[in-house]
Structure formats: structure tokens, C-alpha cells
């Protein structure tokens, strides 16, 4: 069983700069791949990014190349989002999830467990 909180979300204006953490409980989180999804109203939930269990690797959605970044502490229970150059079309709830998906995976149904999600709203 794996719990998890976000925290860090706000509102920023356009070409601003933000960083989300994922606290987790557990001992088994670092055999978690961690995932980054966000949902805008009335859009169904994406993927934004994801990081295998070792941290060694990374993939992102093509929407956030190159301005988000993902990273994590296994020794601290924590994941990362940070998030540049942001865009008034990256406003939405983010949440971060578990799982024991292929890193690669995008798949919101293949994470088990879920945060309650954090605001992020980009002001144009």
C-alpha cells in the first residue's frame, strides 16, 4: 500500500516556473515506477510524465518536452515535477501515481495508487 500527497501547486503567470512534490508512505515505494498525469475541466485525465523505479529513467509526454522534468528521492519518498516555461494550456489539476507500469507507460489505468491532486493554474 502506497499513500500519496502533492503539494507545490499555485498560480503562476506564463513563462513561469513551478515544482510539484509527491511525498510517499511505504517502504516499497522505490519498487514503484511514479507517474505525473493532469486533468483540465472537462478533459479526461493525461499523461504528463513518468520515472522508473531506479530513477534512471524518464519519458515525457511530447505536450511537456523539454520544459518539465521529473525526478525522485527513493531514500526520502519523494517525486518531482519541475516545470518551466509553463503555458496557460498546462493549467489543470496534477496528480502523481504508483505503479508497477513499464515507465513508458501512459496508461493512467496501470497506476494503482493516487494522490488528491494540486492546482496549477498558468495566467496568461
Known amino acids: 500500500q502506497v499513500q500519496l500527497v502533492e503539494s507545490g501547486g499555485g498560480l503562476v503567470q506564463a513563462g513561469g516556473s513551478l515544482r510539484l512534490s509527491c511525498a510517499a508512505s511505504g517502504r516499497t515505494f522505490s519498487t514503484y515506477t511514479m507517474g505525473w498525469f493532469r486533468q483540465a475541466p472537462g478533459q479526461e485525465r493525461e499523461f504528463v510524465a513518468a520515472i522508473s523505479w531506479s530513477a534512471s529513467l524518464t519519458y515525457n509526454a511530447d505536450a511537456v518536452k523539454g520544459r518539465f522534468t521529473t525526478s525522485r528521492n527513493n531514500a526520502e519518498n519523494t517525486v518531482y515535477l519541475q516545470m518551466n516555461s509553463l503555458k496557460p494550456e498546462d493549467t489543470a489539476v496534477y496528480y502523481c501515481?504508483?505503479?508497477?507500469?513499464?515507465?513508458?507507460?501512459?496508461?493512467?489505468?496501470?497506476?494503482?495508487?493516487w494522490g488528491q491532486g494540486t492546482q496549477v493554474t498558468v495566467s496568461s
Open positions: 501515481a504508483a505503479g508497477r507500469a513499464h515507465y513508458r507507460n501512459t496508461d493512467p489505468t496501470k497506476f494503482d495508487y
